[in-house]
């Protein structure tokens, strides 16, 4: 039994086009504020601290290599 007109129209479709992405956008930022709240503090260090850990553990790799 249909209780509403089959056709939703040119606005009905619109409307829920908006809609599901509307909700999309919302699990999707659900899902963020969730990775960010749980990874804890190291998961977001600035891009430049990144790379000065890991060019330090590169140049005290070489040194230990080629001092054996």
Known sequence: MFWYYH????????????????FLAVIIAWGVLLHRA????????EP??????RFAREAGS???SAAA
């Open 62 to 64: 070489t040194r230990t």
């Open 48 to 53: 430049e601290q990144i790379l000065a850990e």
């Open 7 to 22: 056709d939703a129209g040119g606005w009905g479709w619109f409307a829920m086009s908006t809609d599901m992405i509307f």
């Open 38 to 45: 749980f990874a804890g503090p190291g998961a977001s260090s």
